[in-house]
């Protein structure tokens, strides 16, 4: 885990040394969107050969560091179960108050499974709004149903 | 929060005698979404008096229940840290690999601060898939910036 | 949690006092295998109506226990993260030793994903052997690759 | 500890320098497993001298390193208890379901006593179909019955 | 787990009304050790029909806690992962203190592999001194070889 | 804490590179036994000034290293509170598992009070057995009684 | 446990409803400090037979009440690993401040050892200052050196 | 909290180098305890100016951690909440033992409060005993009453 | 502390029933707060006798119920040590991000020393607000210096 | 989040080697209160770039020095969820204490809903007092309704 987390510190430090940009590193891999990337720069999605390079040569990465890019990480990017950062925790927050709701309504409309946390994607953009702008995240995860046998 | 607690566990008990749906009970609150009332009865939630008397008396609770629908429950839906049920624990798992994702991009769209939990608002609906139907939720809340002084 | 905890402590106590076992059970309902059916009754899988009518009736239960045994339950059968009974602790134990490996050799052979914990079948059969019969146990889930976006 | 730990850095570090895999790795010492090779190589299992001597020299291990390969290592592959790895804790999740399940049929079939984690092998493969492939693992483990005295 | 629980307070209670011990009650099952009987009476180990009969009729159980008490339980005899009662807190500390010296004699001695917990028997008994009578405990496990495959 | 730990891993690295063994250090020290010697060596007990002088020299030690060797500890082997290591868990389980048996025989014979873990001694041999050796432990601690006041 | 939580709070509501104080209840059995009289009332130490009839009889209890109050109980008296109660969380406080403290000064005066909580004493009393009255507890427990061996 | 700890390393280090005790640094500034100072040393109190000097000098720190001796350090001297050490542990076993007694007994003496960990003296000392000598601490703390308002 | 526990939940299913609130329970008892009377009502502060007189007989307790309610509580009124409650969790937040702020700024103003939470008092307000009313809050505790002896 | 870590170590090295304060160095950014300038300082809030330059540049600090002090750090200023520091706890046992309290006064002046601590300022200062000076805190943060939807 060390290897990647190393690699992942150089990107930070390089992004900020260089007044840089996450969505501005994904417009340099246009097949992936800038959820998908930033994800990965910050160690939990490994990247494909070709971003991994073209986004490693942009950052004066290693040959080596740009191998770790490419392999899965092991994934888990809060250093508590409980994060203590307020932006996260809002998230961790959603998830203890409507937990029992989403299990409830999405048994409703689909019967026993879940939703898939790996066929997956992600989208999360400025919401304009007279009251004050929102973040809207949009999240589509395949309903997987429970095998039984 | 027993108090809640004892109410919530009627309606599920009620809900499952009679083969009613959380969709269904809320249609019987129509200004209300159906994450919204799911949640409230729940126990996630409170509800607006009008919504508390009309669903108590189609579930027959008594007057007490429905008053204490109304007060502002101690919200806390999980019975541990990490969720063991595995359609809630995705959820949690998309906040751990995700996690500094979104605080990464949302500092970059919008500066410091979060995405309220608060002035909130959630649509959880199927997406029709060929591969397989999706599970599609739209999160909404407002962008908070620190305030400095 | 508690509607279905009740029903699978009446399951507990009948199947005891009549001498009953959990295979036997499960050949009331041929279409599903005994560990499904061992799993279901233990409140970690929902049954479908006829099983769960089938064995119902066997063992008496009411015709809320019958319905409460179709929901998907909130899944998570041990009281502690770390399972205090020996047999249960040796498959904990299991993840903790060989959990970096299920993770290289299923990355090694599969690509970035994981194998499914939801569409997933299991058997457990005893495997004989001179020098003391060996429990075995198959698991095939399915692969889920990560998807990219 | 820590002595083991630098030596399992060290491989991997090489690992993905050089584009190896655990497959190829395991090759090199025939009479064992690709599963227990790689457990040795992360660190879980010790290697018998011969093993240790010949992937170390692949490796450019010192001599020291392939001593230290050799000592039965302080297991426990992961760095929390409950792993934060997707792929990882979806073993950690069948435990949770599945663990009284194991209990109940290995008791059934058994009677009183555990399934070994010492006296245990593994094969981990992969099983081709149409509707996409599978993960299969095989466990077999001695039936250890618990002596009464 | 609730219906040993309910067995072994039963016991507990008529233990201290009729000023019984349990080495007394230890002699009702001539064939097991004190150990194993008070283990078994206090809810850890499943006693043979002959022996819970024996002493279920003694102490005046029904025909169904007389079956419980053949079931192998749940086990785990402690409120907290560390126990809050000194006598007990001292074993505990024990495997805190010497755990590591354990596993470096053993591993000396017999190389990899552990000793067993289930094929295992105890004897405690008291031992003179005439600085005072200390506590003697012979534990007994057998050596199971870590298997190579 | 820091200054004693780095005296450990000095001794396990310059055991393993000359091939000693705990027990032939031990015999550097006749006065001590195998497993006193081993759990100072780990840290865990000081040594008198003459045996660790006696094994300082032997393993190149300094002379702040040997004095190091002399100070009382910060007791406590292990790096988490539940054992992952499978040898030494077992010890875990014991104490779990037979927890409230240690308590109610020492009571019935004692009366109130405890074993001591400081006047202790402990003697670790292999007990030869056809069906297998087995690891034989014995152990002696004084009895304590509760001081009424 | 819970024979002896069902008299400590027997014990308790009494001493409520009639107005009666530790000190007067521990005046009840004079050859016993009012410290582990009130210990044993609140759970924590067993009461020799006569004073738990003194004692018994005065507050009304059962004949099996009696018995219990003379059985060593599971001790630990409270809720939570760090207490929230702030009077007992500042003692604490005073472990995880001074914890080393103790230790450093204790084998300094001593050699390796500790200091017995079992042959152990304490007086709790209230000093008189002009700056505001203190609590004054003495504590005293034998010295017990590590055995060598 | 580092640049405290790298101090505090490095008194610990120096002392034992030279073979000094607490005791004899604590005469350096004889103003204060030696129970303050050596608290002091390990990190826990800040030194006054004069006392930081004559001490510093004694064992050779620079100016800057003579300065990081006079800052009230973040307090906690322990690397767990259970401390493993056996003798900081029977301290953490008397608060968990007479937790509710210290509340019971001081309320009944003083009404609502606490007793100071501030404001808050202590003494620790040999106690001659034929039996064996004793530890014998005394503590004194204000009393400080609840406000009401 | 169950017996504190039944009073105040009987005290909160009266205060729904009848419509009542914490400000008018306050106003019964003018020479406290309603801070104080709304926390002993919750179970966290001990009432005056007057005090709980005069608001038990408002709210029908019993002669029992009203002596219970002028006990010094055992405090601590959350389930859990992170709050699960958005609105308790945010007080969490502040301490966790200004924890080290507090400390600092109190530090350079008064010295080693910490703020009092017993002589303490609170006052909470509604703060009008053209861009939306605020909560404000002020709490003011006597700094205690740290003693030196 | 080392980045700002180091940062941090290396502002509070400094700040003792020149014998600086919080307060003056908040002189240098006039527009900020000492309150957000100790917390940016302390790594728990961003500077805006003037405020960056001006202390940075008073510190020593590099050009990367103050960019990382201008981005929003991960927050979470405690290194265990309960704080061992004494003052900090002391802000913790409020939360413990008053949590309900706060909770049940906001909502009956406010309805259901939060006290923002993002849209937050705070206050702390010297409130004189004969009987000893008190440490006054004023927190001010926008009560933000629970939105319905």
């Known amino acids: 885990m060390n290897l990647r987390l190393e690699v992942t510190e ?6 900020i040394e260089r007044d840089l940009t996450w969505s501005g ?9 800038k959820e998908y990337v930033t994800a990965a ?14 986004i490693g040569v942009e ?13 899965p990480p092991y994934r888990g990017s809060l250093p508590t179960t409980v994060p203590t950062d307020p932006l996260i925790y809002r998230f961790h927050e959603l998830v203890s108050v409507y937990g029992t709701t989403f299990k409830a309504l999405i048994h409703e ?4 499974g879940i939703m898939s946390a790996i066929d997956f994607r992600m989208n999360l953009e400025r919401e304009s709004d007279p009251a ?8 589509s995860g395949k ?3 429970y095998k039984r046998y």
Not at 41 to 54: D, R, V
Not at 59 to 71: A, P, R, S, Y
Not at 132 to 139: A, E, H, K, L, P
């Open 10 to 15: 150089k990107i930070m430090r390089t992004k």
């Open 25 to 33: 590193l994904a417009r340099l891999t246009p097949a992936l969107s």
């Open 41 to 54: 720069l910050l160690g939990q999605m490994p990247l494909p050969q070709s971003a991994a390079e073209a």
């Open 59 to 71: 950052l004066g990465l290693t040959d080596f560091d740009i191998k770790v890019l490419q392999e």
């Open 109 to 112: 409309e689909f019967g026993d």
């Open 132 to 139: 004050g702008d929102r973040v809207s995240i949009t999240m």
């Open 143 to 145: 309903f997987l149903p």
